[in-house]
Structure formats: structure tokens, C-alpha cells
């Protein structure tokens, strides 16, 4: 029983490099997201997904990019790393139910440099 | 804007010494309350959903309770293993709408509990 899963688990970029950050899900839930967490801020939502095809924007989108070509899966982009975008990257999948919890993967710790 | 506070920010107990976090939210909508606890370099692990005012959930030294503004965890006789950062997060409608929803956490609670 998978549940959402992340890789890489750690990356090192240098700035203006690009990469895409992989999650997957095994739970056939339609909502996927994207958080970042940094010391002090909590976690802030980047994207979201409300089923295949449809993407939306959260609270921190700048310099991102999803898509959501199936069910299964929620890649996040990033164009052209910043050091900014250290953090540490979780993504989520949730069932539309009301009052259902949402499953966390294990986390992507990036560092730009 | 929805807002959701944690406090304290840290908090440090002996093993067997009870205490509460506190988590007040301003949201507009609430569609679920939820606590989670993060062990380091771990996911959020989801304890607790509370929907009404009133409601409670127990789990093992674990107790969660909702009014309209706040919620409680309430810990009784906590171990070292207790010792984990609790995150209360609240659903509620996403920005742009649409019939979605999504999660605003707050800072969390960093708690030690020393044997």
C-alpha cells in the first residue's frame, strides 16, 4: 500500500537549472497539490489539481508549472531554479468527501545554489 | 483571508506532564479541521478530523476538540515518542473557487516531551 509517493527524496540544482519533482498516488483520489515548507512559514500550497486536465494555482505559483495528465500522477516543474525555491516540497492527495484527510508523501528536500 | 495560529510555538514537558496546543482559525467556511503530526524529515501523518463545534476525537494519549473559533489537542501522560511537530490545518474553499478546496496550515507546535 504506496500511498503518495515523491522522488527524488533530496536534489541540489544551481540556479537556472530546471527540474520536475515527481508524485504519484495509488489511492485513485482526485485531488492532488503541491506545498512547499520552509522554517518559520509553514506550509503554502503552489498548485493544486481537481482531476485530470484541470490545474490551478495556490498561494506561492511563481516559478512552477504542473500538469495533470492522469489520475495517478502530479509532476511539479520548476522553470528555472532560484535559491529562493529551497525548501522542502510535499505533495498531497485527497478525496473530494468532505471531512477526508489528506495523505502526504515523504517530502523532496531541494537546495539551489 | 483565511487565517489559521498555532500556539505555542514550541513547548517542552516531562514524560506524564499533560498540557494543550492551541490552534484558533478565521476562515470563511470551514469545511474540516484537522491535526497532523510531522516527525523530521518525514510527511505530515494525519491524526484528526473535527467538523462541528463540540465534536471530539481520542486517540491513544490524544484528545482534539472544536469550538467555533479554536481548537485544542490535549495530551495526557506523554511519552518521548510524543515528541513530533503538530500541524492543525483547516479545508476550506480554494482561491479561485471552482468547487475546490484545499488546506491553509498553521505553524505549528514543536513539541519535546524529556523522559
Known amino acids: 500500500n504506496a500511498g503518495v509517493t515523491q522522488t527524488p527524496k533530496f536534489q541540489v540544482l544551481k540556479t537556472g537549472q530546471s527540474m520536475t519533482l515527481q508524485c504519484a498516488q495509488d489511492m485513485n483520489h482526485e485531488y492532488m497539490s503541491w506545498y512547499r515548507q520552509d522554517p518559520g512559514m509553514g506550509l503554502r500550497l503552489i498548485h493544486y489539481?481537481?482531476?485530470?486536465?484541470?490545474?490551478d494555482q495556490g498561494e506561492v505559483p511563481n516559478g512552477y508549472n504542473v500538469s495533470r495528465s492522469t489520475t495517478e500522477d502530479f509532476p511539479l516543474r520548476l522553470l528555472s531554479a532560484a535559491p529562493s525555491q529551497t525548501s522542502v516540497y510535499f505533495c498531497?492527495?485527497?478525496?473530494?468527501?468532505?471531512?477526508?484527510?489528506?495523505?502526504f508523501g515523504q517530502g523532496t528536500r531541494l537546495t539551489v545554489v | 483571508e483565511d487565517q489559521v495560529t498555532q500556539s505555542p510555538e514550541a513547548l517542552r514537558l516531562q514524560e506524564g506532564e499533560s498540557s494543550s496546543l492551541n490552534c484558533s482559525y478565521t476562515?470563511?467556511?470551514?469545511?474540516?479541521l484537522f491535526w497532523y503530526r510531522q516527525d523530521p524529515g518525514k510527511g505530515p501523518e494525519f491524526l484528526f478530523t473535527l467538523y462541528s463545534a463540540g465534536e471530539e476525537k481520542e486517540k491513544e494519549r490524544l484528545k482534539a476538540t472544536l469550538t467555533k473559533k479554536e481548537s485544542f489537542l490535549h495530551i495526557t501522560a506523554p511519552k518521548p515518542e510524543d515528541s513530533a511537530t503538530y500541524l492543525c490545518a483547516v479545508r476550506t474553499l480554494m482561491y479561485s473557487g471552482g468547487g475546490a478546496d484545499g488546506l491553509t496550515f498553521g505553524k505549528g507546535t514543536h513539541l519535546i516531551i524529556q523522559p
Open positions: 498531497a492527495s485527497s478525496s473530494r468527501a468532505l471531512n477526508t484527510e489528506a495523505f
Open positions: 476562515v470563511s467556511g470551514l469545511r474540516g
Open positions: 489539481s481537481v482531476g485530470a486536465g484541470i490545474t
